[in-house]
């Protein structure tokens, strides 16, 4: 084992009296792959930022090497070898690759002057580096993805980094383009880089990594060399618990069959997928599972009328119906709750009553002005029925919690006369006592109000959990279906190994 | 549900409103000390609700496209252009007794060409802005040069002088003894908060100036709204330019050039955020009334126009070091 | 073939297309005294849109230069005549002096609080135009109180011909300063790690700060020199119309705002380019100037400045729109 390269200890940070970390320690050795796994929201951002410099932990004591250091900022950070990459890979899009990736090397070697032969050629050392083809004169913002993440590695590189830390470097890649990145990984390490892998997926945590760390409600919960983990015991401290509920289980009803509440045929968009089939019958919830790029999404938007489909027919309730805008959509009782809670939906400067009510607010205008009793009062009856905290539905969105807010973005979809529900990651970046209470308000839609829920997830427990039946999509088509019953999340895990 | 209309509770939410009448007062209260015998004539105050109407429902024009993080540099193009059509329209049709003479049939005409205009003119603003997706600035930086170009056009240059008396009435006449403009725009800025508080376009503009994104997956017609919101803009512009030929009884391509840049500033005075999903009509119409009291404070005083210009300016530049204080401090 | 695709190769292309044009209807077009007097009138738009241009490139925008350059313009002029003193270069060093003066409140304001350029530029541009007329002055300085020192720089010629019927005319030397700031401006936006910067924060604030770029110098030199651009440019223009109007620019944000944006530069920064704007200042001055000489009413120019702005900016629009998709 290599020495220590950067020690943490008991480190504690507060943001106007939230606790973010608390008795957080991490050690990263040289030269070893580490990784950093938790939830969204467990503090895993925040312990980045305090080893970058951008926040002075309040208690708790950081080494490098052995050596106490008092006060980090991002300059001594950087100094001391520590390179981030973030999730969006602080490139600029308007330069070119080469400029993007001899532009760190300037700035600290304190020219005034911009030599562009120069930046060639750190341009050309930073990609030889990293043994890869990149067009030095491309602009970066017409890169791929992958060809992004390449350029902000590269630079990374060019720094004399020692421990290079990756901010979910996976999400945005498909399958060979994470091979790749592994590949590179394994590459910085063997020239004695250590890399710092921040993660929520579990597989690709126990491919790469040697040594784990897991954290939870900021604190460091447990840690050790990555072959005395499995996913199981991942997943028991990052959540806290077994997910230990019971399996949602869905019986057809007996009598006559009912018409299936959605139902998908030949349903295909160039480019992103096509010949689907897919039947949600009353009360069912399917899970909708597969790798990025897989189509999954596409599909659900075109569902939801904001990709409309190129050819195949949807029926709601045996009735066609046409999905060419998201009104068309709405109107046909689709409802959809999109992956990205703050940015794609809430109005997070507005009150909890205008979030609920905003889908809604045309059909409570009789004539041309808004019923305000009636707004108010199925607001009301919205947040009771969600069970979201708040005294009031003038409290701004922003000041609610992560669980409270996605309960808001459903709510929303009850006031519409929702019968399909479409959910893209609908805990994502929840916390594990809501996540619970999130999936039972789920079931309880499907199961009292006979909705056709389709969720969308890569979290396969969660999916094996709380679905009757689970879907596969790979390259745009629907390749497997299994029911839940008599599944293991590891079969499934498996299939999507060997999709890769 | 009773909910109770607390004042205080009011103030604490909206404390942009509270800080706006404070201010209003302080300017009111300071002016009269430093000039009680002028400032505090009934003249003076009668003067003002005269002048400040053009201002203010350009401003809340103004406000209206920055609700949804847009906003709009044409509407005085489209307040010249919309006064012009109706005087050409006046001499066009002018009888016997002259253009003067015209009785009500021909001002209702003249009115309805006037606000047509600002209906088109909005109209294409808000096509080139949500069809063919022109940047607001951008779009209407160009419009603006079109219309006023076109006013150019129109008259040749010189000012169209000469409305019907009746026409002249809406910026000078009187109604139950008060401003004939400040009674107008009492019921315009009315109807104007009802639209953005109690029907859906109203409240939508605000969650699409909030988070465009998220209102796509709400399933609100964007489009539509913010095409509505510059309609209601260039209408709002148009009527400012009725006020404004009626006042001075006479119509020309470059009137009210510096308005533009006031209605930006006292619409974000007011408490509009220029990035949108927040802006009270309210709020602006105290920004205007405290700005005009000011000005005319100054006047009153023997300061020069121009120096109340710079006045304003350091006004803006006050408020915005003000709120980024306060919100540091929060 | 990258190059074809370069926005400046593509409004070159335009450019040539309406030279030709106006060229077809008109060919006095094409005679060296209307090219002249066309080069003549870009000189005063292009200096100022070169200060346009950097900040237009850091994402912002500028409506306060021409109450900059007026202001730094008229209180030269009034200083030199208090003083007796005729020296050029002292006169226009201080005019962009008064020039640079007023960006840094921009710059500070910007910077400090983070407040959207428009607005701030919006309460400057007010400020210091209603300084000028309320404290300093409204009354203008004609040609028989100009200072001769700066009328007589202002007349200086290149090349000077003459007519068949006697009359003389020439291109003026002030194109050369014109060209000469252009080229500084590239310089320091290609070969400075400041320019570079500028770009940076243009397409992304947050990662220009994380990669160590002091943006605090960035914003305050943008601002400082886009002022000190145009307080210079407000002297030259008294110079050249030998006269000091302290009423004079208003209106004109909008036309160099409106050439910064034919020559290819975003209003969302990032991109831009000296080149791309210099042609976009000729494209809009030889539009406005050339009405004329293709026997169209003048009272036409504002229409056709306006209807070229909506296409330049529809056709950007719509080619993003295709990037993107």
New interface residues.
Partial sequence: MTDPFIELRNIRKEFAGVVALDDMSLTVREAEIHCLAGENGSGKSTIIKVMSGVYQPDRGEILIRGQQVPRLNPIASIDHGIQVIYQDFSLFGNLTVAENLAMNVQLREKHRLMNWRRTREIAREAVDRLGVELDLDAEVGHLPTAGKQLVAIARALMSDARLIIMDEPTTALTRREVETLFRIVRDIQSRGIAVLFVSHKMREMLEISETITVMRNGSLVADGPTSEFDEALITRHMTGSDIISEPYVWTPPSGAPQSPRLEVRGLGLKGAYEDVDLTIRPGEIVGLTGLMGSGRTELALSLFG?APADHGDVKVDGKPVALRT??E??AAGIA?V?EDRL????????SID?NI???S??A??PG???D?TRA??MA?ETIDTMQIATPTG?KLVKELSGGNQQRVVLG?WLLTDARVLILNGPTVGVDVGSKAEIHRKIRDLAREQGLAVLMISDDVPELVQNCNRLVLMHRGRLVEEFESAGTSEEAIGDKLKAFR | ?TRQFDFRSFLN?DNNIAQLIVMTILIFVVMSLLSPDKFLRYYNFESITYIFPELGLLSIAMMIAMLTGG?D?SVVGIANLSGILAGILFQKIAGEGGVAAAGLPAVLLGGAVALLTGLTAGALNGF?ITK????P???T??????????A??MT??PAIVGFPVLWSWVGNGKILGLATPFVLFVLIAAAVA?VLT???LG??L??IG??P?????????RERMIFYSYMMTGVLASIAGIMLSGRTNAAKSDYG?SYL??A??IS?LGGTN??G??GTVLGVSLAVVALMLLSSGFQVLR????????????F??LV??L??YKNRAR | MAWLRRSEVVIAGILLLAMILIGLVNPAFWQADNLFSLMRSNVIIGIMALGVLMIMISGG?D?SFPAFAVAAMYLTVKFMLWSGYEGIAFAFAMAAMIGLLLGAINAF?VY?????P???T??????????????VG?SMININKMPDGLIDFAKIDIVSMTKADGTTYGLTAMVLVYLGLALIVHMVLRYTMVGRGVYAYGGDPEAASRAGFDIRLILFFIYCFAGALAGFAGLLHAGMIWLANPRDF??LE?DV??AV?LGGAS??GGRGSVLGTMLGVFMLVMVKNSLIIMKI?T????????????IA??VT??RD?KRKA
Wanted: charged share 10%; no cysteine.
């Fill in positions: 904001m998201t009104q959509a709405i959809y999109p940015s794609e939906g809430l109005f997070l400067t507005q205008r009510l905003s889908t607010y045309e409570l205008s041309l002005t808004i305000k108010a009062e009301a003038d929303r | 549900m939410r906003i540099l080139l063919v997706k022109i940047t600035i951008l779009a930086l160009g419009t603006g040069q079109v219309f006023t170009g076109l150019i056009v040749g240059g009802f109690r029907t859906p409240v939508n605000m969650l909030t988070n994104k998220a209102a796509l997956f709400a399933g609100l017609k050039t840049l006031q930006v500033l974000v220029p990035a999903g927040k300061f020069s126009n121009h120096l109340i210009d710079f006045i304003w300016g350091v803006l530049l915005i070091a709120n980024a | 925008i409506v304001f400090k609080f983070r407040m959207i428009l607005i701030v919006l309460g400057t541009g007010s400020m210091v135009r209603g300084f000028l007329l309320g404290v409204t208003v209106g909008l705002i409106a944006v209003i969302f009413d009272t036409w120019q504002r229409v056709v400045v306006g209807v070229i702005i909506i900016t529809a629009a719509w729109q």
